[in-house]
């Protein structure tokens, strides 16, 4: 359960990168100090900053560029990249198609999911089978892309081997079958800039993303450097600002953590509400599980909870499968 925070911690997590392939890397001091982060950032905020990553800046920036410039296309044009149940939910989706708590969203986003074979995990993968459908232009937009993304699941393995020494199991305690062949999904999103005067009342059409927690394991968010958008919160029902922090990753944790932990660690509700004049492009990366991963609380966390576990087991896929199919109407 969240704290009252106010802030959301920064953490440096080079040491998780440089001790990766190291098998004595919970002995190393600066690996400890980063873990002992890791579980304080869990238990109170669901929520953190990652410096140190070593993703090229320029990459980082390049990724938020292209997304701009694809969203500045005509319609027509984003149209020819349409997600709908036959693309197995990947490509645009327009502003409002994405639903959450009941509402339609204020953004416009383009979604992309790990590439999945026909027939590969029979009847309860099939909505998700299916390769991205990439903008055209510019023309390096999938490989760079894919550039990032390969790049992020090693950052987020190096993050999840720090968080598996955090409840004091085996480094690799979410590797190999748990999350070792990732069902990754990166969205790139963009939010209108608000144009009219508001008033101090909200407006259910000015929430960009409504209050939601994200379904599987570790996301980290590349947000644009000069707008607040994003907000996280606190157990008084504050929203808490994740602000952009030049060279960090928002990073938060997902659904999946919860059960896997049998409840010490939780996701935080968060939102998006752009009161800014300018567009503002973020695009989350969400490391999650294998797709047929079984989900059921570990051993060595239900020894600290009481013994029993708190949540029924949950198959990753299915999990996804209802949140993806009750997000659009089609
Ligand atoms: N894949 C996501 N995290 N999407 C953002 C959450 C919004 C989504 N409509 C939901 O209700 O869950
Ligand atoms: O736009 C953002 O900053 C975060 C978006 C988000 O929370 C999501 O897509 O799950
Ligand atoms: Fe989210």
């Known amino acids: 359960m969240a704290t009252d925070f106010k802030s959301l ?4 997590v080079r040491a998780l990168l440089d001790r990766f392939h190291d098998p004595k890397m919970a002995e190393d001091k600066g690996v400890i100090e980063v ?97 991205n459908i990439w903008p055209t232009h510019p023309p390096n937009f ?40 990732t069902f990754w999904v990166l969205r790139l999103i963009g939010y209108p800039g608000c144009t009219h005067h508001k008033s101090m009342e909200m407006q259910d059409s000015d929430i960009g993303c409504g209050a939601h927690t994200d379904y599987g394991l570790l996301t980290l968010v590349n947000q644009d450097p000069d707008i607040s958008a994003l907000q996280v919160r606190n157990r008084s ?24 932990t049998n409840g010490l660690y939780e996701p935080t509700l968060h939102r998006v509400i752009n009161n800014s004049s300018k ?8 490391y999650e599980p294998n797709f047929d991963t079984v989900v059921e609380p570990f051993d060595f966390c239900k020894q600290k909870t009481g013994k029993i576990a708190k949540f029924e087991r949950v198959v990753y ?7 993806v199919t009750t997000n659009f109407v089609m």
């Open 142 to 181: 999938k490989q760079l892309m894919e550039e990032y993304i390969g790049l992020l699941i090693d950052l987020s393995r190096a993050i999840m081997r720090g968080m598996a020494l955090a409840l004091g199991g085996p480094a690799d305690a979410f590797e190999g079958k748990k999350a070792g062949d």
């Open 237 to 260: 029902g504050e929203w808490i600002s994740a602000m952009p922090i030049p060279g960090t990753f928002v990073c938060n944790i997902g659904d999946m953590l919860k059960i896997w």
């Open 35 to 131: 873990v002992r982060m890791l579980h304080q950032a869990c238990r109170e905020t669901g929520f953190f900053y990652v410096k140190g990553h070593n993703i090229p800046e320029s990459l980082i920036d390049e990724v938020r560029y292209v997304t701009h410039q694809f969203f500045s296309l005509p319609f027509e044009e984003k149209m020819k990249i349409k997600m709908s149940a036959e693309t197995g939910y990947r490509g645009y989706q327009q502003i409002g198609e994405n639903i959450t708590n009941g509402k339609p969203d204020m953004h416009e986003a383009v979604d992309c999911y790990r590439e999945m074979e026909p027939g590969a995990y029979g009847d309860f993968g099939r909505p998700l089978e299916g390769s």
């Open 9 to 12: 911690p920064i953490i440096d």
């Open 279 to 286: 567009y503002r492009v973020s695009i989350p990366f969400f």
């Open 317 to 323: 896929g299915d999990h996804l499968v209802r949140k």
